[in-house]
């Protein structure tokens, strides 16, 4: 006599794949989805098509065990029983599961990716060049900064920074700024900058309209030129602040 595994009603069990959990009114509902696709769809790379992040649009009670939840349950506790409407806010707001691997690796790349940023934003104020990554981690873990998964990994860098100036000899870089000028104003822009201290990084004098990259190290006072049409850009993403009459 032959025999088939029958699959309670009520179950609906998933291999391979990422669960995200939220806990609401008490009770606790999961979503299954693709693996390495949540973080992307929190980033907004995977923003546009839910079947690229979910493995299907269905709230579970237990995803290890092919649990469904309850549509009274769902209704209860969001308001609705729209179950993709009730996916995508798991999604957002519901916390990752991951295994103890996943998660080390995670961090370990984040760690990695906040030193990456605190190496560009940063200097030495004794040799004003840019102290090595392996620097960077070290001092880092000299005041025993850990990870927060929470964060972005550039809130984590301006409050490394912060925390490192008060302890080691290192200090925001200067900025670099692009100026652009006509050509008949153009050498008189490059005396000016010079005049502010400013170090030259490159020089560009193709086109209508040539430029120059300068490191400041110090704050200018005002543009107090006769080129009405210069324009300034930054040409880094290291932030920097000028007089307000700028």
Not at 196 to 225: H, M, R, Y
Request: with cysteine; net charge positive; proline share 5%.
């Amino acid at each position: 006599m032959s025999r088939t595994l029958v699959q309670p009603v009520g179950q609906k069990r998933l291999t391979n794949v990422a669960v995200v959990r939220l806990r609401k009114h008490g009770q606790l509902f999961e979503i299954a989805c693709i693996p390495n696709k949540v973080m992307s769809w929190r980033a907004r790379v995977e923003k546009k098509d839910l079947d690229e992040v979910f493995q299907s649009h269905t709230v579970y009670c237990n995803v290890s065990k092919g649990v469904l939840a309850r549509s009274k349950d769902l209704i209860k506790a969001f308001g609705t029983d729209d179950q993709t409407k009730i996916c995508i806010e798991i999604l957002e707001k519901g916390e990752l599961q991951v295994s103890g691997k996943e998660r080390e690796a995670q961090l370990s790349t984040q760690f990695r990716d906040i030193a990456t940023i605190v190496m560009e934003k940063t200097i030495n104020p004794d040799t004003r060049r840019p102290y090595t990554i392996t620097m960077i981690e070290r001092l880092m873990h000299e005041i025993h900064f850990a990870v927060d998964p929470n964060l972005t990994s550039k809130e984590q860098a301006l409050k490394v920074i912060k925390k490192l100036m008060e302890n080691f000899p290192i200090k925001r870089a200067p900025p670099r700024v692009r100026f652009t000028a006509p050509k008949p104003s153009f050498a008189g822009l490059m005396e000016k900058v010079a005049e502010w201290n400013a170090t030259f990084i490159s020089k560009d004098e193709s086109g209508t309209q040539p430029s120059i990259v300068s490191l400041l190290i110090l704050l200018f006072s005002c543009l107090s030129l006769c080129y009405t049409t210069v324009t300034v850009a930054i040409a880094s993403c290291v932030p920097f602040s000028c007089p307000r009459h700028f």
